[in-house]
């Protein structure tokens, strides 16, 4: 797996959010190396989306996503989730992308299918805010198949399995979730998912 650059994060918001489907998220700690691979996103565009947390402006809590791109943005909700964002596009910016769920592939167990459970089966808490994505222990990797879906074929006749072929990745677009308080821009469809894959949050 290769290490996305910092450029892959000085993008578009909306490029970056259905790029990073299909790309591997990679946390190390305690010795242990979990990897899921990212199935469904959610686009925030920065203070003008009224369903981004830097509509409030430039806060204590906030200041990340004002923060230069590929940095890793970690809050707390509810009392009991984290929830994990990579933040997009120019320093001052303040977009980001949610990683919504990831589809376990090394060393993760529990649900992963929504931003807090992927959090929480994948040990990502406050201790990751504004951690640095090009580390050596917490980063995200561009797949092998690079964005294209790998489907192995039946064996043939001989018993040898056939080779591998691919097909392009079907990308999913829908509003965003819980930010009815949001007005027209929860109508907008900046979420997106991998299509037919079981472990995105909600269809």
């Known amino acids: 797996m290769k290490k996305l650059p910092r450029a892959f994060y000085d993008r578009d918001t909306i490029i970056v959010s259905k790029e990073l489907l299909g790309k591997f998220l990679v946390h190390k700690s305690r010795g242990v190396e979990r990897i899921g691979k990212i199935v469904e996103t959610e686009a925030y565009l920065g203070p003008h989306d009224l369903a981004a947390h830097s509509a409030r402006g430039l806060t204590e809590r906030t200041k990340i996503m004002f923060g230069p791109p590929g940095h890793a943005y970690v809050y707390f909700i509810y009392g009991m989730y984290f929830c994990m964002n990579v933040v997009t596009e120019h320093e001052g910016h303040a977009s980001a992308v949610l990683l919504r769920a990831v589809e376990p592939v090394k060393n993760i167990e529990g649900r992963t299918c929504g931003p807090g459970l992927l ?85």
């Not at 080779?163 to 109508?187: C, E, F, L, N, T």
């Open 119 to 203: 959090c929480r089966a994948m040990k990502i808490d406050r201790k990751l805010n504004g951690h640095d994505l090009l580390s050596d222990n917490f980063f995200i990797a561009e797949s092998d198949d690079y964005g294209w879906a790998t489907v192995l074929r039946r064996p043939n006749k001989g018993g040898a399995a056939a080779p591998p072929y691919q097909k392009k990745i079907s990308i999913v677009k829908r509003p965003r979730i819980g930010v009815d308080y949001a007005k027209h821009w929860a109508r907008r469809h900046l979420r997106f998912y991998i299509k037919g894959n079981p472990f995105v949050s909600k269809k």
